[in-house]
């Protein structure tokens, strides 16, 4: 590990006067538990390190005046599981536990969670930066590599556990920076992307700019609300990374014979992609018709309809659309007759 | 001194064998007080870490290490190797950097400017069409045995093809398979590694190590030294697996290191260069063809197997093929696969778990065929079988394990299961067979005249128990509690006691401590019959006292007894070689073992539900550690058998998943319930004590494919079982 400074800030203002103006000299630390092992082995090595963990704003957890929870950066995981609205949002409760790791639940934190380094064991080890453009990943040995938005030199997958549910279930996240009182509220969607160049991360966050709070909207039980689910296929019981995972939001209107029928869909896959990854094709096979293993079924594989994976890495579109059909199933509370 | 007899006592005398004690190092284990050697910091001592090759073969340009020791704490920089130099693998090891602290070493390290010329490296084992293109290929060698002999004017290759042909003609069910098993890493929990420190010439070294008392002089000769001059210590060992017999050119590096600074170095390796480097267990792939009579009996076996244990082929001995079973007719062809990687390290029960697993497979996919339970055939061929342990032991052993696996009522033919959702269940079986002989080994016990007792030997503490095991037998001897004995191991200077491998250790302390106290003890009795108006033969040591034979009455407590040594503590040695004949231990376990597995036939995903291992090993000394012992070997099969392999990239050469987030070990949630029961017949216990380190791990393998081929009713050929390939399986099933 590279000798670093240590600051821990008391203040949101101070974290960003922490930060420095150029990428990859400061790193925020918040568990820390993905990013020391990346400085021990030194794929990561800022000059400074600004733990966010004392900040009191940053560990604010409760609903807001309209209803909608906030959720601050700092937040614990295991603190999240034990908030009584959380039965409002089955997607990320099953997320949560599906880690299965009280270590990385009583650790880890929401914003690291949702900003964590991309998982390619490439990257990881040094024989490749983010953003491939040597191809050694394409040649290589790609079998947990993307099977979407894999067409640039960007193969990773997005690692992050709790992103797909939180999109799914329309979170947003509290930007601050580059200036110390810049702040904007953008959805979590697009703190995402797929770099293209050299350097860039894989998020959209600015040097000098992290997440302070997320936000999930109010759910409305009283108006027969929206439900939810996760699902995430593990080679073991955890805590390491699903082989593929996928949420569900599902909207109901209206019924057909007494059964009600889906208004609306949001199906987010995880760790199939440099990103959390929309997905309009499954979207389009929910919309207005009654969940059924038959229809849930027919979600996952439009899911995977238009994936393009790479030499290697099949198996994880089966492993997608499974993980899309269980999702729909957990949402609507029906069996997935898997593990 | 009358003779002395180097028995046991019988079950029923027994205070303490066959009891169970816990560990008597478990406290200061489990509140980490314990020191292994990963915890062993000296005053002023440097930290040490070491610079990789990053290519599965590449070529040093130019290595200037100029910069590292431009960085703040940086002491010295050691090259291991120079410009010029090819590097074979993945992680080998090109210089030392040793800094005032961690930080410094690891950015001293990175600031290290090697300049390499990129090699093409193979490094799929499995691709045998490969590696013969690439001529990468050695011969393994093999063997024929058949009932007939070639008449006088036979070419003999001619008539063993016809032969061998005619045998499968004649066979009624004939059953062709691919199996295998991959490389995979020791991946001990505590690296290699350890702290060094001179006095003057004299180095006493702190080394992670399974062999105490043979590692001196492997620091001695390479720093020209005498092994005099070489003191190691190892007091606990956080896993070793067969990976940790020698000094290692590392922990000699650091030596010189320290030599030249003055200082004391700890030098530990990386995760990753212990996956990498510190000790794999070869690949072994296996084309199968046997023939077997109405019956299911096997009466000719023919295959091919390939494999590697690093740069220079080798592979899963031939010696061990066909596994246990061993049909009167059988051919068995060996290849080496030269790899790029590392050269392979004694694993667990070396050759056996492959061999097991690409044996008995087969025997499983022949019960498959038939239809019938692979109890049945597994039974029906124990007519032909080569093990250390007979034929009537894995009956009886067999019908324990159908027992407590509930197999008559659980089973179901092949691939006939009722699936729940996309979840269907199965069972299997395999079965195993180990040396466990006696090692050498000599111990010193020093009996107080206050009554305290100490026993020296320069044996090691794996985990396994040993120190409360060499408690245990001086306990046993002298009519004490196990706790009354203080344990002297883990140190080169004390009396010399074989390595830590082929599971030689409980046999040969066994044997050492048990000579020496009753070495000791008749020396005691020596001293105290005139107190008890006996002769010295006339005595025994029995629950804190010693007393007369068959007149308890006349008896002395063990505190006033040792008073009656005067001033001096009383010493007494005894040494066992191995291989010496002797009825305090023998040689030849089986075991049998079998595993009930559900698997999610969306996903791929197996998940174990129970296990069962039955396992013998003559007599048992402490049941307690002889049970985790099993348990601990049955994870680790589980492990092999569903989770971990090395995973080589093909365009780099490199050991892609080395580090821990990648190198998938089961967790507690994914081990189901494991049952172990110990098979401690009188016949058995009437061998003496026998090694049990190994053995319990050989048949997970071939236990959980099996339940995995009968869930599914096709075969996933190799392990681990990950979902993916049985996906691949069940997809080419289908086709
Ligand atoms: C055994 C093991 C298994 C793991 N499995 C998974 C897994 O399956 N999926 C997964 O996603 N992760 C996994 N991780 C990684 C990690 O532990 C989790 O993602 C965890 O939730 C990260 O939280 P943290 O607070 O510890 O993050 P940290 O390590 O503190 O930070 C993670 C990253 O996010 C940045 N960061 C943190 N907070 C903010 C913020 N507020 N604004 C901007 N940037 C920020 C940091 O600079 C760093 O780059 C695993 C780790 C271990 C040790």
Known sequence: ?339 | MADIQYTWPSKEKASVLGHSVLRLDGLEKSVGAAKYTYDINLKNQLIAQALGSPYGHCKIKSIDIAPAMKVKGVVHVELLRKAGDELQWNGELIAMVAAESEGAAGEGVAALKVDYEVLPSFTHDENLEEAKKRKLTTKAGGKVELQNEPGDDDDEEEFEAAEIERLFKESVHVVEGYYGVDAIAHCCLEPHGSTVEWDGDKLKAYHSTQNVSGTDEGFATALNITSDDVEVECNFIGGGFGSKFAADYWSVAAARVSKETGRPVKFMLSRDQELKIAGNRPSGYINVRLGADKNGVVQIWDSHHWGTAGTKGRGVSQSVIPYVFRPKNFRRLATGVKTNTVGSRAWRAPNHPQACAMTQTAYDDLAAKMGVSSYDIFLRNLENISSRQTADVYRRELEIAAKLMDWKAKWHPHGKGEAQGSIVEGMGIALHEWGGVANNSSATIRIHPDGGVESFCGTQELGTGTRTACAMVVAETFGLAPTDIKVHIGNSKLPVSGASGGSTTIGAISESHRRASLNALAKLFESVAGKLSAKAEQLEAVGGVIRVQGDPAKSIGWREACGSLGLKPLEASASHKRGDKSSLSSEGVGGVQMAHVAVDRETGVVRMKKYVAVQDMGLVVNPVTAESQIYGAVIMGISYALYEHRLTDPATGAFINSEMADYKLPRIGDIGEIVVELFEPEDQRQRGVIGLGEPPVISPGAAISNAVANALGVRVPVLPLIPERVLDALKAGKA
């Not at chain 1, 990346?38 to 966010?52: G, H, Q």
């Not at chain 1, 491939?132 to 997005?158: L, M, T």
């Not at chain 1, 200036?179 to 770099?195: G, K, V």
Request: aromatic share 6%; charged share 20%.
């Open chain 1, 1 to 339: 590990m590279k000798a670093f400074d240590y600051a821990a800030p008391r203040t949101e203002s101070q974290v960003v006067d922490l930060l420095s103006p150029q990428a990859g000299h400061t790193e925020i630390i918040a568990g820390g538990t993905d990013l020391m092992g990346l400085m021990r082995s030194m794929v990561v090595r800022p000059d400074r390190v600004v733990n966010i963990m004392e900040v009191e704003s940053l560990r604010e957890l409760g609903p807001d005046d309209q209803g909608a929870i906030r959720i601050g950066a700092a937040v614990h995981l295991d603190e999240l599981l034990s908030i009584p609205y959380l039965e409002n949002y089955p997607a990320l409760g099953q997320a949560l536990r599906g880690m299965n790791s009280m270590q990385l639940q009583a650790q880890g934190t929401v914003g690291g969670d949702i900003c964590v380094q991309p998982r390619c064991w490439f990257y990881r080890s040094g024989l490749s930066s983010l953003v491939d453009a040597q191809g050694v990943i394409e040649q290589g040995d790609h079998r947990n590599h993307a099977i979407f938005g894999n067409a640039g030199p960007a193969k990773f997958v997005s690692g992050s556990r709790l992103a797909p549910a939180l999109i799914a279930l329309e979170a947003e996240v509290r930007l601050l920076g580059p200036q110390p009182d810049e702040q904007r509220w953008i959805p979590l969607a697009d703190l995402y992307r797929i770099p293209r160049l050299q350097g860039q991360r894989h998020t959209t966050l600015e040097a000098g700019q992290f997440v302070t709070h997320i936000r999930l909207p109010a759910v409305d039980l009283a108006q027969g609300g929206a439900t939810s689910g996760a699902y995430e296929v593990r080679h073991g019981e955890g805590p390491d990374y699903p082989l593929a995972a996928a949420a569900v939001k599902l909207s109901f209107s209206g019924s057909t014979n007494g059964v009600a029928t889906i208004s609306d869909a949001r199906v987010v896959l995880g760790q199939v992609a440099p990103t959390p990854w929309f997905s309009e094709e499954a979207r389009r096979a929910l919309i207005g018709r009654v969940v059924t293993p038959q229809i849930a079924e027919e979600a996952g594989e439009a899911a995977v309809l238009r994936a393009t994976p790479l030499a290697r890495n099949r198996a994880k579109v089966q492993h997608a659309k499974v993980a899309v059909k269980r999702a729909v199933l957990l949402a609507a509370g029906l069996e997935t007759g898997g593990f």
